[in-house]
C-alpha cells in the first residue's frame, strides 16, 4: 500500500457524479499506479452513488441544503470505512465543500485548488469548461485564487456555455461516443484562439484522456485536469502535498439530519 509523507495511506472518493467520470478517474489512478507489484498500488475506498440529485438543477432551484446533507453523509461514511484523504469527483459539487463540517472538510483534496495551483505555475490561457451550475454559482470565481489567476481563464460566452453543458459534459455522461464532444471541444478551442483548457467537469476527464492518446497529435491540445494531477500524486504516495485547511471562511453550524430530514444549520448563509 502506498504511503504518503504524513502516514495517510487511504483515498476515499465520492463517485456517481456522474458514475463514468469516477470510475475512469478510478482506473487512472491505476495506471499511473501500478509497478512491478499490485501490491503497492494505492488503497481506494470509492462511494459511487448516483442517486444523488442534478448539482445543476438543484443548485439553480436553491437545494443547497439538501446536496451538503448528501455530501456529507457520503463523506462521513468514507471516513468512517478509515479514509484519510478525500476526492468529491463533481467539481460542481464543490460549491457546497466551504460549508463542510472542519472535520470533514479538512480531509478533503479540492479538485478547485488543484486547477487553480496548476493555472499558476504556467502563463497559458484555458478554456474553461464546465457545468452551467459551476458558472452560474460563481464556483471558480468565489475561490481565493481567482484574482491571482483570472487573466488565464478564457470563458466561454452564453450561447457556448450552453453548449458545452448539453453537448458536450451531457453527452459524455450518457455514455456517447467522444468524437462529437471532442469536435466541439476543438472548434471552442479554435474560436477563443487557446490551446488549452480546464477540465472544470469531471466529465471532460474521459476527453483529457481521449486527447491525450498516442495516435493524436502531440501537444496538439493541452488541459489542466485535476483527477488526472491527484491519480499522479496517489500513485506516488504525494496527496499530502494537494491538501490544504480551508481557514479562511469558517461554515455555518452544521448538523447531520435524521434519514430522509433536511439538514439544519443555526445560520442560513447563501454562496
Known sequence: MTTDETGANLLGVVGGLGPLASAEFLRTIYEHGLGAREQHAPAVLMLSDPSFPDRTQTFLEGGDDILLARLA????????????????????????????????????????????????????????????????????????????????FV??????????????IYRVKRNENLAGPAELLETLLAKYGVGSFVSGCTEV????????????????????DPLDIIARAAACGGLARLARVDTSTPPPAWTAPHAGAEATQTQEPRL
Open 155 to 168: 470563458l466561454p460566452d452564453e450561447k457556448d456555455q450552453d453548449a458545452i453543458h448539453h453537448e458536450l
Open 205 to 224: 476527464h474521459l476527453l483529457t484522456k481521449l486527447f491525450a492518446r498516442a495516435d493524436r497529435p502531440a501537444g496538439a491540445v493541452g488541459c489542466v
Open 73 to 152: 453523509t457520503a463523506l462521513g461514511r468514507l471516513c468512517e470505512m478509515g479514509a484519510t484523504r478525500l476526492v468529491i469527483c463533481c467539481v460542481t459539487m464543490h460549491h457546497v465543500v466551504p460549508r463542510l463540517p472542519p472535520r470533514l472538510r479538512e480531509r478533503v483534496v479540492s479538485l478547485l485548488d488543484v486547477i487553480f495551483d496548476a493555472v499558476a505555475a504556467g502563463r497559458d490561457e484555458h478554456l474553461l469548461v464546465c457545468s452551467t451550475g459551476t458558472r452560474r454559482m460563481r464556483v471558480f470565481e468565489r475561490h481565493d485564487g481567482w484574482e491571482r489567476a483570472r487573466g488565464r
